[in-house]
């Protein structure tokens, strides 16, 4: 089947550094994935934050960017200086938009991000 | 209101007993989900309305039900609750290709 593997559990950042959250996927009976960041406030419902529909384009939101890497199937969530406020849990996602409805998403199981001053 | 609702946020329930989660929105979307979190694992499709029809997972066809009587509500049915349904339920709706919107979820402990 279809899956999404975030590696790391948690990643402590201090405020102002780079942020690099890991995320590959194998898509076995998906011949072009679609892949999305969604990230969940403290208190709030999961939210997009970025989405890449094609091999090779990047996305962006917020100060986040993501290379979709078809040849390293990789989805890395980027930022170049964190803020307090960035502090959340960020989960990477797979579908089929060809032939699946837009909510039906494969997750990773999350890296949840905490920025210090 | 762009919000999809969740009730209750937390709710405890006995084994062997039924449970019912009740998720809405006023979007007017065609589609409603239903996701389970358990910690340290992704979030989980269980099944998706789409307008009047239901779509199960395959690996979780016969634990769960679900009913949509009208385009706002959707409900989670358990018939009968074991310690491992304990999780977090976690509700979206969509319209289209738009985007999706997720509830804040229920939280569900079986003792």
């Known amino acids: 089947g279809d899956s999404v593997t975030q590696t790391e559990g948690q990643v402590t950042v201090s405020e102002s550094k780079s942020l690099i959250i890991n995320c590959t996927y194998s898509?076995?009976?998906?011949?072009?994935?679609?892949l999305f960041w969604y990230v969940r406030y403290p208190g709030e419902g999961l939210q997009l934050l970025l989405k890449?529909?094609?091999?090779?384009q990047k996305g962006s939101s917020r100060g986040f960017e993501a290379t979709y890497n078809k040849e390293t199937t990789s989805f890395h969530l980027q930022k170049a200086s964190v803020q307090e406020s960035d502090s959340a849990v960020y989960y990477c996602?797979?579908?089929?938009?060809?032939?699946?409805?837009?909510?039906?998403?494969?997750f990773g199981s999350g890296t949840r991000l905490q920025v210090y001053a | 209101d762009t919000t999809v609702k969740q009730n209750p946020r937390y709710k405890l329930a006995r084994v062997g007993k039924p449970v019912n989660l009740i998720c809405s929105q006023t979007?007017?979307?065609?589609?409603m989900y239903w996701y389970q979190k358990k910690p340290n694992q992704a979030p989980k499709l269980l099944l998706f309305?789409?307008?009047?029809?239901?779509?199960r997972e395959a690996d979780t066809f016969e634990k769960f039900q679900s009913s949509r009587p009208n385009n706002s509500f959707c409900s989670l049915y358990i018939g009968s609750a074991g310690l491992e349904y304990s999780a977090m339920y976690l509700c979206a709706s969509s319209r289209d290709w738009g985007k999706v919107f997720f509830g804040k979820g229920t939280r569900l402990t079986v003792v």
């Open positions: 309305y789409y307008d009047k029809i239901l779509n």
């Open positions: 979007m007017n979307h065609d589609t």
């Open positions: 996602a797979l579908s089929d938009l060809a032939t699946q409805v837009v909510g039906q998403l494969t």
């Open positions: 898509a076995t009976s998906i011949a072009y994935p679609n």
């Open positions: 890449v529909i094609t091999a090779g």
